[in-house]
């Protein structure tokens, strides 16, 4: 029986790189607009260079830029990054359709809820309270907790153990088929790619279910919940 479904976050509840690239465009608007002499295709792809490199949850990302490419920091410059992230950052952080009703619907089911990110603890806590679902997942499971990131079992089997549950009583739902999926699947626990969250292209994510839209998930649970009852 399914008692459980555990979500990565980024990409699969909330629209995260909608997010960055909008908090990053309008941060480098308002750095040109304090003297930053680049144009915005040059300093956006010398950005997500820094983030490829360092990871995308980088929180010196501006000092890097400047440094790598002035030699030193210009404070007006960051300070007006910084500013223009964090403005367009609060704005651009949402659900993907159905989010919450699905949620919503899952804990009417009895199901409980949980959260495996390779976030840092607060980063995904912050975007979990700013979207409003803090208060639907009994577990967050973040970076700092294992120390180790996605396909590593350990995240996932740290999850388990937080729930005390075993792997086939639970679903793993995530966008991202070469962690989220092939991880999960590794310690036996049912998967779901949320091919809506697919910045990849995935062509075969090797899960157990693809869906196209979060609500989805909810025949998948009452159907694998119904062979088990019957």
Known sequence: MI?????????????FMRMKEEAVNSAIEAMIDA???????EAHKKIFEIYDREGIEDQQVFNKFLMENYGYIDYRILAAGIVGYRRAKEAALVLYPHVQYTLMQLLRR???????SDAPRLQAWTRLAQVGLHHFFEVVVAFEDTGERKP????????????????????????????DITGAAKIGMI???????DTFGTVNSGADYEIDDIIELLKIVDELNAKWKS
């Open 35 to 41: 003297g930053l002499n680049m144009t915005k295709e």
């Open 191 to 197: 998967t779901v790619f949320a091919r809506y969250g």
């Open 152 to 179: 590593s079992p350990k995240p996932f089997r740290f999850t388990l153990e937080r729930l005390g549950l075993e792997p086939q009583e639970t679903i793993m739902v995530g966008d991202w088929a070469e962690r």
């Open 3 to 15: 008692k459980a479904i555990v979500f990565d976050l980024d990409n699969t509840l909330v629209d």
């Open 110 to 116: 009895g199901l409980r809820l949980a959260v495996v």
